[in-house]
């Protein structure tokens, strides 16, 4: 954006102000804190309520714009990164935001915040306060070219109202933030409800105009998936992303019970598609075979379960950058990647790293039998043979195992897989959990198996060390699910956040996600090519959608509606 840009151009400046929005969440929470470990935390609190440094856009990767900082110096070798407060600046009680609670924030969270802040704030040599309204952190000690970036989306806390010592069990009680949000009332496992602040202080800001539209936020939590579908269609819920084709294409018919009309509508997006899996914890010895996770990967049948639960509507998902420019699928590997990848010999197969590996396709009957053999082939190579419709060890011992799930529809495709590994002898419990058990096994890897989403963008970094890093491995709370410890992996990462340039940066992306197709960590599911978002027509939002798909923060409520 030019210089004094007047908003974000996927922002209406003019949108109305006020109203409420109803949003559903599948589950419960016990925690209203979303920087620490403990507790599942609902969505919406953290930009909202709390403020980083710098702000998103949503166009651009790799790009940040002023919010509570006006401004920022970074040298070329990005050894340092300083920020200057705007004088402006406030937490909702009134007090303002200083450079001490600058450094408060990035202390508190390297020492007692979630493990990917503990890992990238670590790295910052010193912080120093030069003035009330500015402050220093030294990164002289790491090649890390995406630090002085993530240290602009670092949450700016209330010093004054925070004991470090009780953070990590803060639990239900409000934190303090700089937003245009408060937490104004909150109905433990039920709801909470964000009031927009009258008094906040960036309202005029170009990153903030447009944005944060409703005069309150409200996120109802249910426990079953079809009730909060049923209070959508009675319009006790506002807006609902689908990801059902046979409910979008046949469930939202005739929803015009409280006089207004459901507005369905498909959103394009320029990101990586998330890519949802099933999920081996390679820490358990029945996984930490690679020709046993490549046999299972195999006897999953996409292409009876697309026809027979979403019609056909969703594409298979085999990269971890699925659908952009990041993603090797499809692509052979240029010297760049190559050469990343040479001193890591045999760790990525030959068919990935000449782009024409593929997931496992079946003649969609159910009972493909080519399929079938092709994955007892590679279990027997592994050392597990059937005997008596059950796949066993030599020692005897039979493939069971547990499939950890969170909801209904989960349970769904769990379930079909089970019948799919039921061909070879293996039998897969499935085990449906509620929210908070769910999050606390994840939390501790306490799984055989389970079911996962990973969000991927533009602009990686970092947070891939997180997702795949062996350091992430073991320690509680990564989203490391998979228990990878993997040198190729953590080269690769290394070389995303040393890159100086986006060429750079899209070999090393390739080259991860070829070592990560190829270790067979997860079994891949599905994606769908577009974003469907079902909404009432008292809920208005921008013509322009940004590269990364729909913000609601840009929506609003209708004028009478």
């Known amino acids: 954006m030019p210089p004094n840009f007047a908003h974000l151009p996927y922002a209406n400046p003019d949108a109305p102000v006020g109203g409420r929005l109803v949003q559903g969440v599948l589950g419960s929470f016990d925690s209203l804190n979303p920087f620490a470990v403990r507790g599942t935390v609902p969505a919406g609190i953290a930009n909202a309520v ?10 651009e990767p790799f790009t940040l714009y002023g919010l509570l900082a006006e401004s920022v110096a970074v040298p070329e070798d990005r050894s340092f990164v300083e920020f200057r407060l705007n004088a402006a600046a406030r937490f909702s009680d009134g007090r303002p935001v200083t450079a001490e609670d600058v450094v408060f924030s990035w202390q508190l969270l390297r020492d007692h915040g979630r493990p990917n802040h503990r890992t990238y704030y670590s790295k910052v040599v010193a912080a120093e306060v030069r003035d009330e309204r500015t402050v220093r952190f030294d990164l002289s000690a790491n090649a890390d070219r995406e630090l002085p970036l993530i240290l602009g989306l670092l949450p700016v806390l209330a010093k004054h109202t925070i004991d470090p010592n009780a953070f990590e069990t803060q639990g239900l009680r409000p934190l303090i933030g700089s937003g245009r949000y408060v937490i104004s009332d909150v109905r433990p496992g039920t709801s909470f409800t964000l009031t927009r602040n009258p008094n906040y202080w960036g309202a005029a800001l170009p990153v903030a105009r447009g944005l944060g539209n409703f005069g309150e936020l409200r996120y109802d939590f249910y426990r079953d998936a079809n009730t909060m579908f049923d209070a959508f269609r009675k319009g ?12 979008w294409l046949n469930a939202y018919g005739g929803s015009q019970t409280t006089g207004g009309q459901i507005e369905k509508e498909e959103f394009t997006s320029g990101a990586p598609r998330p890519i949802q899996a099933f999920v081996f914890n390679t820490r358990r010895p029945l996984f930490a075979d690679i020709r046993v996770r490549e046999a299972l ?8 379960v697309n026809a027979g639960f979403f019609h056909g509507a ?3 998902t085999a990269s971890f ?6 993603s090797a699928r499809g692509r052979k590997a240029d010297d760049a990647e190559r050469a990343l990848l040479a001193p890591f010999p045999d760790t990525v197969r030959g068919d990935v790293l000449e782009g024409v590996w593929q997931p496992s396709k079946t003649d969609g009957s159910g009972r493909d039998r080519e399929q079938l053999r092709g994955a007892l082939r590679l279990l027997e190579e592994a050392g597990w043979r059937l005997d008596g419709g059950t796949l066993r060890n030599k020692a005897g011992q039979p493939f069971r195992f547990e499939l950890l799930v969170k909801s209904k529809d989960q349970e769904r495709i769990a379930l079909a897989y089970a019948r ?3 061909r070879a002898g293996i039998t897969a419990d499935i085990r449906l959990a509620d929210t908070v058990g769910f999050e606390s096994r994840l939390l501790g890897y306490e799984f055989d198996m389970t079911v996962y989403t990973w969000d991927n963008s533009l602009s990686p970094g970092n947070e891939q060390a997180f997702y795949w890093g062996s350091s992430a491995a073991d320690a509680p709370g990564t989203r490391n699910y998979m228990g990878a410890k993997q040198p190729a992996i953590d080269a690769m990462i290394a070389a995303i956040v040393k890159a100086g340039s986006r060429d750079d940066l899209v070999s090393a992306t390739r080259a991860l996600d070829r070592v990560l197709m ?17 909404r009432w027509d008292r809920i208005g939002h921008p013509a322009t959608t940004p590269l990364y798909g729909p913000i ?5 409520r209708e004028v009478g509606k």
Do not use: C
């Open 50 to 59: 709390v403020e980083p440094l710098m702000a998103r856009s949503y166009d």
């Open 518 to 534: 190829s270790r067979f960590y997860v079994v891949p599911l599905y994606h769908l090519s577009k974003k469907w978002i079902a």
């Open 321 to 326: 950058f699925e659908g952009s420019d990041l």
């Open 314 to 316: 969703y594409a298979r």
């Open 297 to 304: 990967s195999t006897l999953f049948d996409f292409e009876w």
């Open 420 to 422: 799919d590994l039921a």
């Open 236 to 247: 006790q819920i506002d807006i609902r992303p689908e990801q059902d084709p046979a409910r």
């Open 552 to 556: 609601p923060e840009t929506w609003w």
